[in-house]
């Protein structure tokens, strides 16, 4: 599943939290940044494990960030292998991704 804002993740999670594996938020993303999509994430599904992932930390952040139960961090750039391996860590193996199953936005 994919959303293209903050918002939307949050509507997303709330309307699809029983069929959901994990949420990965970038930091910055329009609407609602996705440190505060984690945190409204958090709120009402506080079993879905939360990646962030970044270029870097906007030190306006880090503070909510530490706040947060993070099951991990992405710094992009980053290799399909390595998202891979976080999802399957994150996941306990239930996401078997392939690179033909990743989304490719239209730009």
């Known amino acids: 599943m994919f959303a293209?804002?903050?918002?939307?993740?949050?509507?997303?999670?709330?309307?699809h939290r029983d069929?959901?594996?994990?949420?990965?938020?970038d930091i910055v993303m329009p609407i609602v940044n996705g440190v505060d999509a984690a945190h409204a994430i958090q709120a009402t599904a506080p079993g879905l494990p939360i990646v962030l992932m970044s270029s870097a930390i906007p030190k306006a952040?880090?503070?909510?960030?530490?706040?947060?139960?993070?099951?991990?961090?992405?710094?992009?750039?980053?290799?399909?292998?390595?998202?891979?391996?976080?999802?399957?860590?994150?996941?306990?193996d239930a996401i078997a991704l392939e690179k033909e199953d990743m989304y490719e936005p239209q730009l």
């Open 61 to 92: 952040y880090r503070d909510r960030i530490s706040q947060l139960r993070l099951a991990g961090m992405l710094a992009k750039p980053f290799s399909f292998a390595t998202l891979r391996d976080l999802l399957r860590h994150v996941t306990g």
């Open 19 to 25: 069929s959901l594996a994990c949420a990965i938020l």
């Open 4 to 15: 293209d804002n903050g918002a939307a993740a949050i509507a997303a999670v709330e309307a």
